[in-house]
């Protein structure tokens, strides 16, 4: 099974530290030839756009095929650590919060911005980078 919609906004951090995965609208899982829906949506109810919450933590390909698969969510992952680390969201950098295709050329193009007042090991930035096979 895959969430297909891994961001902030769909984690959450408990008093103990324990991290939950929520909304699983879009999650799917795959078997040999199929791919199904989780949770069946009501007609009418599935949007196959990111809306703006997880915009920022779709990958490239999304963009090119208007296909998900289970490797999109190592990229959100690596998204998300970036969003944490940076307290901003990935690709967003120079970008005016409504302008949606700077942010979606930014993600294929793969213009990920490191900010040099923003202190990050080379550890941290080495696993972002892998997830996202940037």
């Known amino acids: 099974m ?3 919609r891994i961001c902030p906004a769909n984690l959450l951090v408990y008093s103990n530290l324990h991290l939950k995965v929520s ?6 899982f795959f078997g040999p030839n199929e791919f199904k829906n989780v949770i ?11 809306d703006e919450n997880s915009l920022h933590y779709i990958a490239p ?10 490797a999109m969510d190592f990229w959100a992952l690596g998204c998300t650590i970036y969003r944490m680390l940076t307290g901003k969201k990935p690709f967003s950098e120079g970008v005016d919060r409504k302008d949606i295709t700077k942010v ?4 294929r193009s ?3 911005f490191w900010d040099d007042n923003i202190e990050i090991s080379e550890e941290a930035k080495d696993i972002i980078e892998k997830l996202m096979m940037l």
């Open 2 to 4: 895959y969430h297909n």
């Open 23 to 28: 909304n699983f609208k879009y999650a799917k």
């Open 61 to 70: 390909e999304y963009f090119e095929e208007q296909k998900d698969s289970p």
């Open 104 to 107: 979606i050329n930014n993600i």
């Open 40 to 50: 069946e949506s009501k007609k009418g109810d599935h949007v196959d756009f990111p």
């Open 110 to 112: 793969g213009n990920l």
